[in-house]
């Protein structure tokens, strides 16, 4: 049996967004609650961040939600987290959503959501943690992301190993393998970083 992971899922609080979206953010919820895991999000009650929250206390999972105070009113706090967590800023909001994650869980988004990606697969291709970090992407919102980041691999402003450090999934079920999955050990080393960036 897989040890019960603090899965940290970054997904959209927008209201403007295809439903498809908030439906996939629901059957992610639904998914991880099926496979004894909590859950760890953003903290609103609003879009893909509310139905995540919402589908997977529907199937017993703890939820925690963590969420700036500047944030509070206008994202509308999801009051029914086991655990909500009011931080004062949004740096503060990160590190303490990835403080609390055994692994990330990425669906489409906005800036905001981006944000979150880069900087926890930067951590894991620097070595700084070694968390799963995985992309659910069903609808191919993020295929020209993966296009720049093939180009940046080409031209050398990115190293091959990136790669090793992110799965890329289109399914529900195959991204919580992954999760699931211990990925490999990333090695990072001062002559990578001198040879080529990240």
Wanted: overall charge negative.
């Amino acid at each position: 049996m897989t040890k019960p992971l603090a899965i940290c899922v970054f997904c959209s609080s927008s209201s403007r967004i295809d439903p498809r979206h908030r439906d996939l953010a629901a059957e992610a919820g639904a998914e991880l609650a099926r496979r004894g895991h909590s859950l760890v999000s953003g903290g609103a009650q609003v879009s893909c961040m509310g139905a995540v929250a919402r589908a997977a206390r529907a199937g017993g999972a703890r939820t925690t939600g963590v969420i700036p105070e500047g944030l509070v009113s206008v994202e509308i706090s999801d009051e029914d987290n086991d655990e909500l967590v009011i931080t004062s800023d949004m740096r503060t909001r990160k590190g303490e959503m990835d403080r609390r994650s055994d692994a990330f869980l990425i669906l489409p988004g906005g800036i905001g959501t981006l944000e979150e990606l880069f900087e926890v697969w930067t951590a894991r291709v620097l070595a700084m943690h070694e968390k799963p970090v995985v992309i659910l992407d069903p609808t191919g919102v993020y295929d020209p992301l993966r296009e720049l980041m093939v180009s940046l691999t080409e031209q050398g402003f990115a190293r091959a190993g990136i790669w090793d450090a992110i799965g890329w999934t289109t399914t529900v079920a195959e991204a919580f393998d992954l999760l699931e999955r211990a990925q490999p050990r990333i090695e990072f080393s001062p002559e990578d970083y001198a040879e080529t960036q990240l």
